[in-house]
């Protein structure tokens, strides 16, 4: 994914909680229209009806638009009486047309959403469950990680189908550990060994860890060391932030101190962490796996990447996941829901050809078969999957995690002490918790 | 247009001496007003209604129910406690450091422009086209622009600062730096636009009155005080206000440039109406913000025209 282009919008818009992506998670009403009834075989068995145009529509603005691009075109070219348009739009913009879209009948017949925005999807009534799509491909748990599977769940009804992961990785510049006599075969992988490697680099006048205030990649590296620590977001019950406990305040001393020991500049600007490691300015940089491609594209440059360093004690990275959704269709249609339907079946099969544009197939089988494991960067990251956590499945949970945003801002801006910023943050949090459970109805 | 106009309108227009307007009736002006008069109802007073309608209510328009709060959405902007009260005074003061700041400076530079471009120079027109490029830019364009020269570490304005040993500023992470910008960005953007406005002002100031007080041996300066001057006064009152309101309603140089930050100290009111009524889908409290802020505007906009107007001697 081209983060410049990703994050100018997804970055740029604080409200939009976990990582600049729109969290949301959803709960389909029963009487939902335009559902395939319950006899349908989830696409399973193809497509025979009359010719259809299916709307579909995604935020693949960046590098992996012409990956998901190819996928269609090949499914056009098998399927004669099906025929999928692809709409592309910025996610932030994504997010709110949706909705409108879907409420005036406009809406797209397939979609692809974050998995953190699937449950205020569904309480909004914006997608519909899609139980019968999962038991047509016979997709179960095994084939996924545990959270991935869970993740696309809300009232216990399924209304995502995950497509990828793509998890936070720890990316470096190989020239740079060279220069700081550091052996770029073995990448710093525990805390002291981190510590180390940062010093040396230090020694060298190499500031090593730049440590951006923003989602990109501030809030989600330390969410990340948040969860090594042994910590959790929210708590049981998803009624209050708990990143304010000891967990969370580690993680934000852990990174803020990077500023402070003189590892990363003051004041790093958006993607500047990211450009430094590009230039030679900075050696680590922990950044989405959609990074990947971005780095290739860069000449002459030695990079490598590996899973996250485990700081904490407990391994644990950030992650997101594109799912396909079912958009409810104003007025039911039979043919469009079926094909619909046909059309995420062999996509979701196809999942391969997907992660050449940079992520980690959802599907276990996928994984594990040699042509994946012939693109290493990717592999590389897959290593973590059982380490990923995401936001719980709670509507408006996003609102919530714009809070944390800010906390982490004043931190890594020096404003504020950790502890102090993320308590405040936490207070804010729990209000708009109380909010969202009072409209949604939970 | 067509006007139909009565048989008996037309032999009145007929008999008067000075027929300089043919076919006018009493509908005449509303005919010609309606095209706009029809769109200013369907999208400014239908939607401006609605707005009141909806913030008064938990409005969600995806869920089926949206109970009636009465203006417990207005008195959640007053609590201290409230989900919606602590962003949105945030959104307030950011919004009105920004119009203080920015308004003296869009105001006089785009003045001082406008009388250098006045005067006869060779490539004058040239000149003018050049201060007032910017303003045909998108403000996508401006933000991604100005992220890359404002940039901590790798931004052109930081290097170039850099060769006369001044250590690097956060243009977009460091407060007031981050004020500085914006208005400095904006200022770059928009003062073409009212230098052409006051241009336009100042070719209306008849030649005559310069000559007469060139006679009576004013300088160029007392010229400035006492022609120029009260000569744009309309125009100026114009300026103010729209200035006033384009300040007010910034939004996507913040959005884009510093994302609100730092902390949320560049949040503007727009910023957070926005995200509550479209991110959040807290559409009742959005309408109820947005029609506080537009109170407020209204109170300044009033104001504004109170310490301008023309005195009656």
Redesign the interface.
Known sequence: MNTINRR?VL???????AAGV?AGCGEG?AGNPGAGPATGDGGAKGYEGPNVELDFWNGFTGGDGPFMRKLVDQFNSENANIKVKMTVMQWADY??KL??A??SGRGPAVAIMHVDSLA?NA????IEPLDDVAKALDLKQEDFSEVVWKAGEYEGKRYGIPLDVHPLGFFYNKTLMTQAGLDPAKPPATADEYAAALDALKAKGIQGHWAT??PFTGVLSVQALLWQFGGQLFNEDSSKATWHEEPGVKALSWFTDLVKNGHS??????D?DN??VM?G?NAFVWNGIWNINTFKEKKGLEWGVAPLPNIGGTKAAWAGSHQFVLPKLKTPDQNKSTAARVFVNYVSQKSLEWAKGGQVPARKQVRDSAEFKALPEQAALATQIDDLHFPPPVP?I??AL?ELN?AV??SV?L??EPGKALADAAA?AD??L??NRK???A | MAVQASAGTLRKQRARASAGVRGYGRATPYLFLAPYLLLFLVFVIGPALFGIWMSLH?W??????KPFVGLQNYKDLFDP???TA?PFWHGMRATGIFTLASVPFLVAIPLALAVLLNRKFPGRTFFRAVYFAPYVLGVAVI??MF?YI??????ILNAFLGLFGIP?I?W???QPWAFVALVAVTVWWTAGFNAIIYLAGLQDIPAEQYEAAELDGANTWQQFRNVTLPGLRPVTVFIVTITLLASANMFGQA??IT??????TT?TAL?VIT?TG?????MGQAAAMSYLLAIFLSIVALITFALMRERKS
């Open positions: 100018l970055g740029g818009i604080g409200a939009l909680g729109l009403s997010y709110t909705p409108t879907v409420s205020t309480a909004r009534n914006v205030p923003f500049p003051k004041n790093v600007a958006q500047a450009i430094a230039n300015k408006g996003g609102d714009a800010k801002n004043e801006l404003k504020a804010r209000k708009i109380e909010a409209k949604y109805g | 938990d969600d328009f995806q869920l089926p129910g406690l409230s989900a602590e933000g991604l992220r404002l940039d901590t570490t790798f931004g690097e956060g977009t992470t460091e959005l884009l994302q609100g930050g730092p902390g949320d949040r910023m995200d479209f991110s959040q889908f807290r």
